[in-house]
């Protein structure tokens, strides 16, 4: 279980008037993301079949959980020390979260 890829996906629900605060917000904490060992892939992908707010889809992917989980920790710290608080941001902007996290299904 430990060596398989994870992939966390994320949902959020971005009013229209927060669009630019959080597409702002994703490009910095992603590239902190991308730079952590073991990260395979970060990709966003918008829906704008909502005419109230903005759909948008995070996949990134991971070697396996062990490092996911030493990333999660590198991620919270430098984001504390940069004073960020990636909830009460949320919050602020009224941005829903959906969280999952996945693990590969070998079948072939």
């Excluded at 008037?17 to 993301?33: G, Q, R």
């Excluded at 995070?58 to 920790?73: D, G, L, R």
Aim: aromatic share 8%; hydrophobic share 40%.
């Amino acid at each position: 279980m430990k060596n398989q890829n994870i992939v966390i996906m994320n949902q959020f629900e971005v009013p229209l008037s927060s669009e630019s605060d959080f597409l702002e917000f994703f490009k910095t904490h992603i590239k902190l993301i991308a730079s952590q060992d073991g990260n395979l892939e970060c990709r966003l992908f918008k829906n704008t079949n909502d005419e109230n707010s903005l759909n948008y889809t995070s996949i990134v992917c991971w070697q396996n959980q062990e490092a996911m989980e030493k990333a999660a920790a590198n991620i919270n710290q430098a984001s504390e020390k940069a004073g960020i608080d990636i909830v009460a941001f949320q919050k602020e902007q009224h941005i829903k979260v959906v969280h999952r996290i996945c693990s590969e299904v070998s079948i072939l």
